[in-house]
Each structure stands twice: as C-alpha cells, then as structure tokens.
C-alpha cells in the first residue's frame, strides 16, 4: 500500500464544475505540496501545505494534519486545468519526498 | 525560484542504445535529484547528486545502469544506458524544494525504447 493515496484516479468534469481532489497519508509528514503535470511530462508546484488552508486564485488546498488528509478544490474548472495531480509529502523521519500517483483531470467545455 | 531547463523533451531510441538526458539549472544548487515516472505510476527517485562526489542511487537502481555527471553546482546528466522497453518513462531532474518555488522540476524527457 502507497504511503500517499490520492483519489480519484481519473476524473472527468465539465466546465464550471467544482472538483475535489483527495490525498490521504499513512506516514508522519512536515509538509505536503501539491503538483500539477502538464501533458508533456514537466511539473509545477501549485502548492506547500503544512497546515490549513491555502488558496492561489481558483484553486484552493486544505490539510488536516490529525486525520492525515488534503484536499486540492478548482472552483469553476477551465479546460486549461486539465492535468495530472500529484500529492507529494515530506516524510519526516528521513526527508523523503513520497508522491501519489496522480489524478488525471479532464475538463471538457 | 529556479529556473531549470532539461533536454531532450522526448526521444524514441533503439533498444541496446544510450540515452544522455541533461540538466541546467540557472543558480547554483546543492542537489539535484532525478526521477523516474513510469507509465500509470507515481514519480520514483532514482538518485541524488552533489558536486564533487558520486551519485547516491536508491534502492532497485544501479550506477552501471543510471551513471550520472555532477560536474558542477548548476548542471546534471543521467544517462540510461543499454536500453529496454522497460525503460520508456518520463525522466524528471528537480532540486531541493524550498519554500514555494514554482518549478522544481524540469520540463521532463519523455524517453520510448523500441
């Protein structure tokens, strides 16, 4: 069982539609980032949790360190968000970075 | 935050080639990580690389397989040698995350065997 969960694995929206992102942990952290893919393979970072809320514009990240959970929220989806999501967590006992395997997102218009 | 450029993008390859995937960061790092994202899975650390000293390969990955260059604080290489179909991933270099820096990572090579 991965260390860092994220569901759902694939989802499909149309535009205007809120989304939810999960991310689930089963290890101690000292801080969790949220990624974004583009098609061609290359990486941002959207966000760097390590409690709260936090939120950039249309998106926005939770964290509740006691259930071991995150959220990543799109308000009104755009098809430019279509992507892949990656939930990555700081683990802390040897500073390694653990990732989920992504949400693809697809936002049609 | 850094700016790091990594080449080639892509790549179709023979099997039984070598692929040499560089790395160019625009301010000088400490480390420089590569990462290997297999299709459907989750990103996978291959090796973290200083300056000056070898390569420290994880667990499943080995130096006559993934040799890697350091030779100074703002360039890498990893080179996937003898290639497999095995091998067809995106390649990802990165840096030590810090803060909120937009861009850890490269743009990512995405390598096919055939």
């Known amino acids: 069982k991965n260390e860092v969960e994220q569901s759902p694995q694939n989802l499909t929206a149309q535009e205007g539609e809120f989304i939810t992102i999960n991310c689930s942990y089963s290890?101690?952290?000292?801080?969790l980032h949220w990624l974004q893919q583009h098609p061609g393979g290359g990486i941002v970072s959207l966000f760097m949790?390590?409690?709260g809320k936090k939120k950039h514009g249309r998106l926005i990240a939770t964290i509740n360190i006691q259930e071991k959970h995150s959220s990543l929220h799109i308000t009104a989806s755009h098809p430019r968000d279509s992507a892949v999501y990656i939930c990555a967590a700081l683990r802390n006992r040897d500073d390694k970075i653990i990732f989920g395997k992504g949400t693809r997102l697809h936002i049609l218009p | 935050s850094a700016v790091i450029s990594q080449k080639p993008s892509r790549d179709i390859c023979q099997r039984g080639t070598s692929l040499t995937i560089q790395c160019q960061v625009d301010?000088?790092?400490?480390?420089m990580f590569w990462y290997r994202q297999q299709p459907g899975q989750s990103l996978t650390l291959i090796a973290t690389?200083?300056?000056?000293?070898?390569?420290?390969?994880e667990s499943g990955f080995v130096i006559d397989k993934f040799p890697i260059s350091r030779p100074n604080l703002t360039f890498s290489t990893l080179t996937v040698s003898n290639m497999s179909p095995e091998d067809s991933s995106i390649y990802l270099c990165?840096?030590?995350?810090?803060?909120?820096?937009?861009?850890?990572f490269g743009q990512g090579t995405r390598l096919t065997v055939v």
């Open positions: 301010s000088q790092v400490t480390m």
């Open positions: 949790l390590s409690s």
């Open positions: 690389a200083n300056q000056g000293s070898e390569a420290t390969y």
């Open positions: 290890v101690g952290i000292s801080a």
């Open positions: 990165s840096v030590e995350w810090t803060g909120e820096s937009v861009a850890f």
